[in-house]
């Protein structure tokens, strides 16, 4: 089907793939304890935007939601563009849960109103000695740590290590040259 | 619920399109192969020549363009956009190539997803702005997912052959043979494969007319932003005479260029490779009338 589709040209986006998102929240027990790691209070969305009204609409939703979640459960939020012009949903709040909780309310959202296509990554901010970020990608359904250092260069030893140690707790991609860096993250 | 709709029209015609070049060519093969046991060899080898061409293309086509890989380092804000739109593409990173020159334009080439190679040229990347850069990489990544490469290389493969025949074929048969037989079968032989050869010259340029449109389309789908590919198109076909040699970017190559490098309103529209500017944006309009219904 997709050898036909590419044959024929027919282009679609693959679907995003959400039900491995949730497994952060217990693996962030394990970071923490026999890591070190510990969520360092935010954690973003990341969305290719779409020349359409509709989008708009999803978008003030998504607005409307999260004010409503701050009011319950305090979780700051802020939309952002960045310099290759995704939006970003940024949320911040201490208790992980909460966090978690928003991420994947934002992403149903996106997902109900037909915008599954769109979303990129989810992205989780650790800190220990470094910051430590747990990508989650949409399309490949997993996720894979990054760590930034100065110069975009990355600690990749550290990578690794965190992949080695984490494998049983969550799913992580196993293709490592689908780890795709995210320079200029606004979290 | 916001849903891609598949172009049933073009489809439809690229299918048809494929079937007819299908068609003109086993034809042709079975009147070759019942005429003379040399075009076997000919078919052999240019078989063996095609073969390694499709293997060794994104090598050849890097050398002839003069295009250098570059690493993630050296151009890092590149490797950004494309990692992303592979990531939402659901695609594997590509390798990535300049050319050094003021022409405006980007290329795609390799066998396959996983050898494939996207390049641009400085003038490209100094003309364009980042949004519609990205949607011209998106273009490229494309004809990648498409497979043009390998689609329009067995387009072209008995096309080619018909070629050959009709400029050798008067060295062969020509001259020396005094038997009428063989004189016969050389002329229906020269004949079929001139009618092959035209045929099948408008059949692939059609085909890779609406390759090109397929791409466009999935630049607007991977971008969610037709208009960026609409407005980087038109800033670069209003660019300047370009500087390359004719001889240097002419031949298969310009079948997977973003704009042709041969350009000129002179061509009918037929015999070209890439459809007009004004049809392209056209397309790209529909598209984004598509997206608000």
Not at chain 1, 9 to 16: R, V
Not at chain 2, 88 to 114: E, W, Y
Request: hydrophobic share 45%; net charge neutral.
């Amino acid at each position: 089907m997709g050898f036909l589709d590419s044959i024929l040209g027919k282009t679609s986006l693959p679907e995003a793939k959400t039900d491995r998102l949730f497994a952060i929240s217990t693996a962030a027990v394990t970071l923490e304890a026999s890591l070190g790691l510990k969520p360092d209070g935010a954690a973003g969305v990341c969305i290719k935007p779409m020349e359409s009204s509709r989008y708009e609409a999803a978008r003030t939703e998504i607005e409307d939601l999260l004010k409503l979640s701050f009011k319950e459960t305090g979780t700051l939020y802020s939309i952002q563009k960045d310099e290759y012009n995704y939006i970003w949903v940024v949320l911040s709040d201490p208790d992980f849960d909460d966090l978690v909780t928003n991420i994947q309310m934002v992403c149903q959202t996106l997902m109900e109103q037909g915008f599954g296509t769109q979303l990129l990554a989810a992205v989780y901010r650790f800190k220990g000695d470094a910051i430590v970020f747990w990508i989650y990608n949409f399309k490949l359904g997993s996720y894979y740590p990054f760590v930034p250092q100065s110069g975009q260069k990355r600690d990749t030893s550290q990578e690794f290590r965190l992949k080695s140690l984490m494998e049983k707790e969550l799913p992580i991609e196993k293709d490592e040259a689908k780890w795709y860096p995210m320079w200029g993250m606004p979290l | 619920m916001m849903k891609w709709k598949s172009d049933r029209g073009l489809e439809a015609r690229m299918l048809l399109t494929m079937i007819l070049l299908a068609v003109l060519y086993l034809a042709f093969l079975a009147v070759l192969l019942s005429m003379n046991t040399s075009s076997t060899v000919i078919i052999l080898f240019m078989g063996g020549f095609m073969f390694l061409q499709y293997f060794y293309s994104d090598k050849m086509i890097l050398m002839s363009m003069g295009a250098k890989i570059v690493s993630e380092s050296e151009e890092p804000e590149l490797h950004q956009i494309v990692s992303r739109l592979c990531a939402i593409a659901g695609l594997p990173m590509p390798r990535i190539a300049i050319v050094n020159t003021s022409m405006p334009n980007a290329f795609a080439t390799g066998r396959n997803q996983k050898n494939a190679v996207v390049a641009v040229t400085t003038g490209i990347m100094q003309q364009l702005n980042r949004s519609e850069l990205e949607a011209v990489l998106a273009h490229e990544l494309t004809h990648v997912k498409n497979r043009d490469m390998m689609v329009i290389t067995i387009a072209t493969f008995l096309s080619s052959i018909a070629q050959i025949l009709v400029r050798f074929l008067p060295f062969f048969g020509g001259g020396g043979s005094r038997d009428r037989d063989s004189g016969g079968s050389f002329v229906v032989m020269f004949v079929v494969s001139l009618v092959v050869w035209i045929v099948s010259f408008i059949l692939i340029r059609a085909l890779s007319r609406y390759r090109e449109f397929a791409a466009d389309r999935g630049s607007a789908i991977i971008t969610g932003q037709p208009s960026n590919l609409a407005s980087a198109l038109m800033k670069i076909s209003g660019a300047k005479v370009p500087t390359q040699d004719l001889r240097k970017v002419e031949g298969p190559v310009s079948a997977l260029f973003i704009v042709p490098a041969i350009s000129g309103s002179s061509i009918m529209n037929l015999f070209s490779t890439h459809p007009t500017l004004e049809a392209r944006i056209e397309a790209l309009k529909n598209i984004e009338r598509e997206l608000e219904a």
